[in-house]
């Protein structure tokens, strides 16, 4: 096994062991609190979705996609854009939740300062001891997006941007590899239809030592449907869409900083470098936030 492979081991063994002490501050504030929910916050591009996923899977929590919600209980809404009441909103999730009395981990929501508010007050009622903002340089925000794709078939998606960008006017240095699809297309493993073997999103991977975005670029199959989302083709859009997220995002930032639940985290590598720091950084909000409930301070989450 190359030193890289034993690397990535040894930090994901790190980070289990990080999300079990995590897991036991959670705990403390479950038995004071029907639903509780940690919050993943951050601009369209940064990763919110892929960290969002890996910390339930590593908590052993629930993901909650708010966007999925919305699919299943407000399709017309969600494929329009339509704006639902805020009330609306926050009454879908609620009643997500209420299938099941357990921590989740929340993905799109709270998109506005009234949803936070909801979120937190009765009928509703949800905990949040812990808000993760993540923020990455706008630089490769934009590069991000616009290297997204996803398989029309299966859904699933990767991300063909590699990103490079030395440390500049106080800003860490950014290195962000492009992000292979995975091996097999979902889409195609049913075989009761078809002895088919599953179609492969590449025909080869880049490997941890040598991959560059070109090389990563040549790699797909062409027979596989990668597409860029419509949303994601063009630069101006981005960032407008950008700019709505940081003048509806701060307001929410705001409200959990009072709240002592906001946390930052900067996303400057890919996941394998990224995933022990931030179950660190959540690990340490929730042990504050635990005390914070053994101080009998309740209200504050």
């Not at 190359?2 to 501050?25: D, G, I, P």
């Not at 969600?78 to 921590?103: F, K, M």
């Not at 999103?201 to 027979?223: C, I, K």
């Not at 996303?267 to 720091?277: K, N, R, S, V, Y």
Request: glycine letters at 6%; a negative charge; proline letters at 5%.
């Amino acid at each position: 096994m190359v030193l890289w492979q034993h690397t990535a081991a040894r930090a994901q063994r790190e980070a289990r062991s990080v999300a079990e002490a995590a897991r036991k501050h959670l705990c403390a504030i479950e038995h004071t609190h029907k639903h509780v929910a940690v919050v993943f916050l951050g601009a369209p591009g940064v990763g919110k979705g892929t960290y969002a996923s890996l910390a339930a899977r590593l908590l052993g929590l629930r993901h909650v996609v708010m966007g999925d919600i919305l699919r299943r209980h407000a399709p017309e809404a969600a494929s329009t854009g339509e704006l639902l009441a805020d009330e609306d909103v926050t009454r879908l999730l609620h009643a997500d939740l209420e299938r099941e009395a357990r921590s989740v981990v929340l993905d799109g929501f709270p998109r506005t300062l009234r949803q936070a508010k909801l979120l937190n007050t009765p009928p509703f009622d949800v905990a949040v001891p812990v808000a993760v903002l993540l923020t990455l340089d706008e630089t490769a925000l934009v590069a991000k997006c616009l290297g997204r794709r996803v398989c029309q078939a299966c859904g699933e998606s990767c991300n063909v941007a590699d990103v490079r960008l030395d440390d500049s006017a106080g800003m860490p240095r950014v290195e962000l590899p492009a992000l292979a699809p995975p091996q097999r297309c979902s889409a195609s493993d049913d075989t009761s239809a078809s002895t088919t073997p599953a179609t492969p999103h590449a025909r080869l991977y880049p490997d941890a030592e040598a991959g560059s975005a070109a090389s990563f670029l040549q790699r797909f199959d062409t027979t596989c449907d990668l597409h860029a989302r419509a949303d994601d083709t063009d630069e101006a859009v981005i960032r407008r869409r950008l700019a709505i997220f940081e003048a509806q995002g701060q307001p929410v930032q705001e409200y959990y900083g009072e709240q002592g639940a906001l946390t930052q985290f900067d996303i400057t590598h890919g996941i394998p470098e990224t995933t022990l720091p931030l179950m660190s950084t959540i690990s340490e909000a929730l042990g504050a936030a635990s005390q914070r409930v053994l101080a009998g301070a309740t209200s504050r989450l």
